[in-house]
């Protein structure tokens, strides 16, 4: 495809504001829900994400190790999981990429949108949110992964029209 079919797509930081419509921000900051428990050792985060396993479903805990995508990178599919909510809670301390497009319809690149993730922040993709698989930038990393088992078709992918770049960092 020649350059000029792709859309450049702009890379924002994670933040629990701009991320609301796509689910939530899992991260210890001072605009979490905490208190201090185990007699004072121990800070708390609480309620960070609301984990939806959908009908019939039950809520899963697993590892994802993600190899590392080199920039620029070409969004080509998305894919969503119409029964249930997925979270990604990074344990590599490093930085990755969320690329985002809202529920309903299959998004056109121009509906996407590019989150910078610390290593200390996760995120739960609301039920039906459009997103792209893992993208590990800096190494291999591991992801605690919280989603649903269960009956019912629960992934849907799509390859976008136009495809979208996110170009290197400079």
């Not at 419509?21 to 210890?28: D, L, Q, R, S």
């Not at 993600?66 to 990178?73: I, S, V």
């Not at 949108?113 to 993709?125: E, I, M, T």
Request: with cysteine.
């Amino acid at each position: 495809m020649p350059a000029d079919t792709f859309l450049p797509l702009e890379v924002r930081p994670l933040a629990r504001e701009t991320f609301a419509p796509y689910g939530e921000v899992i991260e210890a900051s001072d605009d979490a829900s905490h208190f201090t428990i185990n007699a004072g050792n121990t800070e708390r985060y609480h309620d960070l994400a609301r984990i939806k396993p959908g009908p019939d479903g039950r809520v899963i805990v697993s590892i994802f190790r993600g190899q590392p995508r080199a920039l620029p990178f070409t969004v080509q599919m998305m894919e969503r999981h119409p029964l249930a909510s997925q979270a990604f809670i990074p344990l590599s301390g490093r930085p990755y990429l969320v690329v985002v497009a809202p529920a309903g319809a299959p998004p056109r690149a121009e509906a996407l949108r590019v989150f910078l993730a610390r290593g200390d922040q996760g995120v739960n993709y609301a039920t039906g949110v459009w997103h792209h698989p893992l993208l590990a930038l800096d190494g291999v990393c591991d992801f605690l992964v919280v989603d649903r088992s269960g009956p019912g078709h629960n992934c849907d992918e799509i390859l976008l029209e136009t495809p979208g770049v996110i170009a290197a960092s400079e």
